[in-house]
C-alpha cells in the first residue's frame, strides 16, 4: 500500500518527465493522452491506497507516515522525503487525482491545435506531482516545496499564451501576491522549527506545548497569510481573477478545484495548531466570512463567464476558512471536496462555452446557449443549482454543514454567511440566465469582431475579453485562425477515433456557422464532454458523502476523517430541530436568489445599475493597492534607484570591488612564476606551523 | 634449519584481498590495457581503452558502493582492518572509493575527447588515471602512515606524468616540472613529519598513535607536534592550501585540460582523505593543537583563492584559484573536526569533484585542437557558438558559486554549519564573504558566456551582474519573459497594479537584457581609460588568440565522450542540488563509520 | 661518550635542512633534484634512529619503502627533466616563469 | 634470554667509545657531501657529493646495526639513483658549470637561509626536550630479539605488518614504468602535419605502445631496458625533422 502512495507521486512526475523529454515529439493528442494515463494512473494508485487504508481499522492504524530518504540534513535540520498517507490527505488526494484526470481529459479537447500543445501538459502534469507533494507531504518542508511548485506552475500556466499582454502581467500578479504568502509560510516554518526543532507533522504535534501563547498564534497568522495569497482570501485575493488570463481547463484545475483550497488544507493540516489559539481561529473565521461576502458582490456584477466563477470561487473559499476558523474542519473538507466537483463542472461548463464561442467570454455577448450546446447547459445547470444549495444536491449540504457550525459558534458572521448564500444563488443564476436562456446576442457580436481590426479584438476595447491566439497568430489574421482551427478540429475529432461517430450531430450548428462564413455556438467534442458528464454525476450526488442524518448506511465522511480531526467534531451544539430549521432556511434562500436572479435578468441583459462599478472593478481593491503600496513603491524605486543606488550601493560595492582587486593585483605580485620563491612559500609556511607548534610546547 | 624456523614463525596476515579490491581492480584495468595493448598487432585505440577504464571505473564503482553497503549494513560493526592493520575497511574509505572511482569515469570521458582532438591514440594517458586513481584510494584506506605515504605518491607521481602528457607544449612542461620539484619537496617534508611521529608514538600506525595517545600523556610533546606540523604541510600542498598553493595555478594552468580537471578533483580527494583520516581520527586528542593552525590556513586559503581569482584572464587559472578558494571552504569542515565537519568535508569533496570536472570538461572542448584557447575571450559569446557549452558551464559556475538547488549550496551550507557549530564563527563570516566575492568572478564568466558583444569590447565584471540575471532568464528559464518582456520588471509596484492595464512604464535604471550587458561595457570601457588600473586588466582582446581559431561564428564540436561527462557531472549536480539528502546522508554515515 | 639519539637528530635535521637550503637556492633541477633526495635521507636517519631507540623493526621497514619511492619518484622525475630540458641548453629551472600571476 | 640479549647488545652500542667516533666521521662525511651537493657549480659534482652524503648515511645505519639497510642504501642510492642522475646530467649535456655566485631571484638566498635555519631550529627545539615513544610497545616487532636478526626481522615485518605497502610498490613501479614511456616513447613520429590530416590517428605505427619508443636516439632514461635501437632510416629521419621543427613553436613564438 505504502509502495501504491509513492505510486501516486511517481506517475505524474514520470508523465512530466517523459514529456519534458519527448512531449514536442509525442505531439498533439498523444502528448495529451499520454499525461491523462500517467494522471489517471496516479488516480488508480490513489484508489488502491485507498482501498488499502479502508481495509484497515479506524484510527492511527490509518495514519501511516513513510520515507525513503533524508532529503536534506543540515545540523538539527533533518528533514526527509516523507509522505504522510491519512484520511485527510486521502480525501484530498482523491479528488485531486480524480478531478485532475478528468481535466486532462478534457484538456486534450481544449488544447487541440495550440502551438505549445505538448507544454501544457508538461505543466499539468507537473502541477499535479506537486499538489500531491503538498497534500501527501509528510512534513511542512516538503508540503512546502509542493506549494511552491504548484505556485510555479499556475504562474506558468496563467501566463501560458505570454503573448497576451494581459496573460504575461496576470501571470507576474498570482507569482508576486503569492510570494507574499510564501514568505509568511518560511516564516512560520522557521518559527515553528525554531520551538519544536522539528517540522515533520507528528513531531510538531508531539511539541505543541512549544507553541503555546504568542508563537501559537504568531504560527497560525502566519500560516494564515501564506494561505490566504494561495487561496485568494482578503488581502491577498485579487490576483485570481486575473489568473483567468490561462487556459480555461487552468482555470478549472488549478484555481477553482485544487491549489486554491491548498490553504484550507493546510489549515485543516496544521489543526491542532489552530485549536491552541482561538484568537487566531476567529481571524481565520472572520477573514472568511467577510471574503466570501466580498467575493459574492464582486461576483455578482461581473460581465465576463470566467470572471464570475472566479470571484465566486473566492467567496467559496471564504466559506471554507470560515468552517476552518469555527473549528468545522471536516465541513471544510466536505466544502472543498463539492467545490471541486461543482466549481471544476462550472469551469469546464463555461470553457465548452468558450470553446463553443470561438473564445468569446463576455456574457452579454451570449444569450440562448442552452440551444446549441444542450449536454454543457444542461450539466451547467446542475452545477448552477448545486452551487446555490438547492436540495438535496452536494452544494446545499456542503454549505449547509457550514451555515450550521457558524451558527453555533458565532450566530453573527452567520447572518453575513447566509447572506452571501442569497448572493451566491443569485449570481449564478444570473450567470446562467446571460448565458444560456433568451435569445442569441453573439451573432451580433461575432460579426463585430468578425469585422473589427484585429489588433483590437486581442488586446480589446474591452480588457475582459481577450481574445486567444494560436498558433503565434496576432493581428488581422487572429480571427480567422481561430476559425480555421476550430473546423479543423471538428473534422479530427471525427477521425480521430476518440469521439464516437454521434460527435457530428452534435456539431451540426458550427457547420451551419461555417457555411455562412462566421462561426457559431457548437457543442464540444466527446473528450470535453465526458468529463462534464462525470462532475454533474459527482455534483448532483455528492452531498451522499456527509449527510446530515445519522445513520449506519451514509458514507460518513466525519467518521472517515475522526482520526484526523479526533473531537473536533461539528454540529455539536444544535439540536435535530434547529438543524432542520437552518436547513429550510438555506433552501429557501437560496431559492429566493434563483428567484431573484431570473426574475431579473430573464428579461434584459443590459443592466448597468445592477452591476456597480464600486463592484465591477472589485470594490477597487486593485486600485486602492496601487494608491497605498504601488505608487509609493515606484517613488521608493526610483529614488532609491537614483540616489540610494548609485550613491550608496554602487559607492559600496565598487570600493569593495576596487579593495579585493587591488588586493589581488598585490598578491598577484608574489605569484612570481618562479619555481624556488614557491618552494620559498612552502618553506615559509612550514617555519608558520612550527612555530605555532613552538608556541603550543 | 634457519629456514624452517623462519617459515614456522613467519605467519603472514590473512590476505582479505577485498579489502583492497576497488585498488586492484584499477590497477589491474591499467596492467589490462597495457596487456591488451602490447600483446595485440593493432594498437588500441582510445575509444576502446577508455572504454576498458570506463568499465575498470565502472567495476571499481560497483564494488565500492557493494564494499559501502557491507560495511554500513550492521550499524558499522562490519568495518574491519585488513593487512595487519595497514589498511582500514569502514564507511570513510569506501565513501571515497566511490568518490574516486566515479571521478575515474568522467575523468576517463574527458580525457578520451582531448586524445582524440590530439590525434593521440594511446591508452597511457587513461592507465596513468586508473592508477594514481588506486593511489588516492589507497590514501584513503591508509591505517598507517606508510601506507598513505605511498598512496600519495603513487597519485602524485600519476598526476605528474599526466601533468607533462603534452609536454611538447611548453606550459605543459613548465607545469609538469614546478610541479615535479615542490611535489618532491613536500613529499619530503611530509616524510619527515612521518619520521618524528613515528619518533614520538613509536608506530607508524594511524589506530596505534591514536590508541598510544589516549593511552599515555605526553608531558613533552615537542617532536610530535614538529611531526604533526610537517605532515600538515604535505597534506596542504596536496589540497592546495595557501600558502602551500602556489604550485596550483601554474600547474592547473598549464596541464592537458582534462589533466587538470582529473587532478583537481582526485588530488584534493586524496589529500583531505589523509587529512582527515590522520589528523581528525588519529590525532583527534591533538586537535587543540592543529585545529587555530587549520583556521589559520583556512582563512588565508579562502581570502587568497578568492581574491585572486578575480584578477585572473585565463579561465583555467581562474578555476585553479577558485579550486584554492574550495580548498579553504573544505578546510572549514576539517577545522571543525567535529562528525558534521568531517561529513560535511567528505560531501563537498563528493560534488566537488564532479563540478570541477564538469567545469573542465567544457574548458577542454573550448580550449581548442592546441588547448590553449583558455583566456576569457574565447568565452565571449559562448552562449551563440555552443549553448549546450555554455549552459553547462553556467550550471558548473553557479554550483561552485554555491546558488541554490545545486549540490555547491548544499555542500557550502553543510561546512557553514559545521564551523558555526564547531563555534568558529569568524572563519564560517570570512567565508561567506569569500564565497560573495566568488559569485563575482564565476559569474563574470556567465556574463561572457551569454553576452554578444563583440570580442574587443571590454568587461566590466561587478557591474554586470543584473545584465547576466536578466540574459539567463531571457534566455527561456521563464516563459513571458522570453519574447513580451523588454523592460522587465523593476519595481514591486508593477507587479500590484490591475492586470487588465499592461505594462507600459518607462523603465529605468538597469534594462534586464542581453543588449544591457553591452551598453555596460562600452560605458565602462570608456570609463576605464581614467579611471583605476583595474579596469583596462580586464579588457579583453581577442587578438592574442590564433588566426586558425576564431571565436565568433562557428559551433564547437563536442565530442560524444565529452558530451556524456558534462551530462554526467551536469545531472549529478543538479539532482543532488535538489535533493542533497541521499548524499549527506551517506557523508554522515562515512563519518560515523571512521574506524 | 654516548651517540644518544639527539645526535641522530640532529643530524638528521641538519641534513634535511641542507638539502632544503640547497632546493631552495640551486637553479638547476637536477641539483635540485638531488637535494630531495638529501631530505629525504634525513628523514631516513631519523627513521632508523628511532627504529634503534624504540626497538622496533617499523623505522626500518619505512626505510625500506622510501628507498623504493625515491627510486620511482627519480624515474619520473628525471623523465620529464629530459623530456623538458632536452632541446635546452642548460637544465636551469628559472628559465621556467611563464605562467606566473 | 633473548631480552637478555637485546639489553646487552643496546648498552654495548650506547657505550663504547668507538662509536661515538664512527657518527662523528659519519656525520662529516654526510655534511661534507651535501655541502658538495649544494655548492658544488657543477652538476657532476653536485652528483658525487650526493654519493658521499649517501655513503655517510649508510656508516650511520651501519652503526645503527642495519647492516641490510647499509648495504640497499649503497646499492640502490649509490649504484642506481646517483648514476641515473649522472646518466641525465650527460645525456642533456648539461655538465657545465652554473654560475652559483649571482643570484638571479632577489633575496631569496638570505630568506633561504633564513628560513631554513628558523625551521631546524625550530624541529630541534621541539624535538629537544620530547618525550620519545619509548615507552611505546613496539608495534612490528622487535628488532634485535628475533631469529635471524636484523634482516630477518625486516623482512618478517614487510611480509606480515608491511605486506600491504610492499604490495603497493607494485602499483608505484607501474605508474613510474607508464610515466616514463609517455614521457619518451613515439617522440618525433607525431608530427604536426599528420595531427592535423589524421585527427583519428589510428595508424598503429604512430604511438602504440607495443611497438616501443623504437628510435636509435631515444635514450629511454625511465624505462632503459627498452632501448632496442631497431629504429629504421625512415624513423630516425622523422625523429630528426621534428627536432629541428619544435612542434608547437609555432604557436608559443605568437604568445612570446
Redesign the interface.
Known sequence: MVYAAWAMLALPLLGFLVLLAFGRRLGDPVAGWVGTTAVAGSFVATLVTFGGMLSRHAGGAREISHSIFTWIAVGGLDIKAAILTDPLSMTMALFVTGVSALIHLYSIGYMKGDRDYSKFFVYLNLFVFSMLLLVLGGNLAITFVGWEGVGLCSYWLISFWFERPTAASAGKKAFVYNRIGDFGFLIAMFLIFEKTGTLSYSGIFAHLHALSGAAGTAAVLLLFLAATGKSAQIPLFPWLADAMEGPTPVSALIHAATMVTAGVYLMCRMHPLLGMSHSAQLVVATIGVVTAFVGGTIACTQRDIKKVLAYSTISQLGYMFLAVGVGAYVAAIFLMVAHAFYKGLLFLGAGSVIHGMHDEQDLRKMGGLARFMPITAGTFAVAWFAIAGVPPLAGFFAKGAVLDNTFAAYPVLWVIGIVTALLTAYYLSRLFVLAFTGDPRFIEAVNTRWLSSGSTHSAGADPDSGGRITSGSAGAAGAFSTTGRASEEAGATGGSGMATPGGGSVEEPHGQGSSHGYPSPHESPKVMVIPLLVLAVLALAGGVLELPWHGPDTIRLLSWLHPVFGHYLYTAHLSIASQWILAVVDSLVALSGIYIAWRLWTKAWDRPKLEPSFLFRSWFINEAYDLLIGRPGDRLASFTTAVVEVRVVDGAVNGAAALTRNAGEALRKLQTGFVRQYALGITLGMVALLAWMLVRA | M?AG??LA?????H?DYTA?LP?IIL?GG??FI?LV?????????TVSSMGWTVVAACVALGFSIYQWVGVTAHGGHSAYV??????AVDGFSSMVAVIVSSSVVVAALMEEGWL??????????H??TL??A??AM?MAAAN?L??V???L??MS??L??LA??D?????S??????Y???G??????F??G???T????????LA?IAS?LSR?I?????????G???L??GL??KVAA???H??A??VY??SPSPATGYMAAVAKIGGFAALLRIFVSALGSYR??WQ??IWV?AAVTLV?G???A???TDVK?MLAYSSINHAGFILLGVAAAST?GVSASLYYLFVYSFMVMGSFAVVSVVGGS?D?AHSLASYRGLHRRSPWLAWTLTLMLIAQAGIPFTTGF?AK??VL?ASI?AHVTWLAVVAMVTAA?AA?FYLRVVLLMFSTAPASGGVA??EAIPAVVGAMSSAGT???K????DGG???????????????D?PV???AYDIGAGYRYDQRKGAEGEDG???GE?LVLHGG?M?GDRDSGGEAIYIAPSVGVAMAICACFTVFFGI????L??MA?AATMLIR | MTVSLQWYIGLSVVLFGMGALGLLIRRNVLVMYMCIELMLNAANIAFVAFAEKLNDIGGQAAVFFVLVVAAAEVVVGLGIVVAIFRRRPDTTVDDLHMMKG | MTGFLAIHASAMVATTLPDAIVFAVAALIILAGAVGVIVERNPVHSALGLVIALFGVALIFLLLKDDFLAAVQIIVYAGAIVVLFLFVIMFLGVDKREVIARESLRGQRPLALALVLLAAVGILLLGAGAHYALGASAATGTATNQPGGEVAALGRSIFTTYLLPFEATAALFIIAILGAVVLTKGRGTLSQERREDSPAGDEPDDVSMSDGPGSSEDLDVGAGEQVEGSGSAGEVASVSTSVVRVPGATSQEVEE
Open positions: 634457519m624456523t623462519l614463525t613467519l605467519t603472514i596476515p590476505l583492497v585498488e590497477v591499467a596492467l597495457m595493448t602490447s600483446l595485440s598487432r593493432k594498437s588500441m585505440g585488513a593487512f595487519g592493520g595497514s589498511i582524440r582532438r590530439q590525434g593521440r591514440v594511446s591508452p597511457e594517458m592507465m596513468l592508477v594514481s588506486a593511489g589507497l598507517d606508510i601506507v605515504f605511498l598512496g605518491e603513487i607521481i600519476g605528474y606524468v607533462a602528457y609536454y611538447r607544449r611548453k606550459e612542461g613548465e607545469a609538469a616540472l614546478k615535479l620539484i615542490l618532491g619537496f613536500s613529499s619530503a617534508i616524510l619527515y612521518i619520521a618524528l613515528y619518533g614520538a608514538t613509536g608506530t607508524t600506525n596505534g598510544y599515555n605526553l608531558l613533552h610533546d615537542g617532536l610530535l607536534l614538529a604533526m606540523a610537517l600538515l604541510v596542504c600542498f595557501a600558502p602551500f602556489l604550485w595555478p601554474d594552468q598549464g587543540a593543537d587555530p593552525a590556513i587568497v578568492a581574491v585572486m578575480l584578477v585572473q587559472r558534521a592546441s590553449d548544499m551550507l553543510e554549519t557549530g566575492v563575482f565584471p561587478m521563464f516563459p513571458g522570453a519574447s513580451y518582456e520588471p523593476s519595481e514591486v509596484g508593477e507587479y500590484l497594479r490591475v492586470a487588465d492595464t499592461p505594462a512604464y529605468e535604471g538597469v583605476g588600473d583595474g586588466e592574442e590564433d535533493i542533497p539528502g541521499p549527506t546522508t554522515h
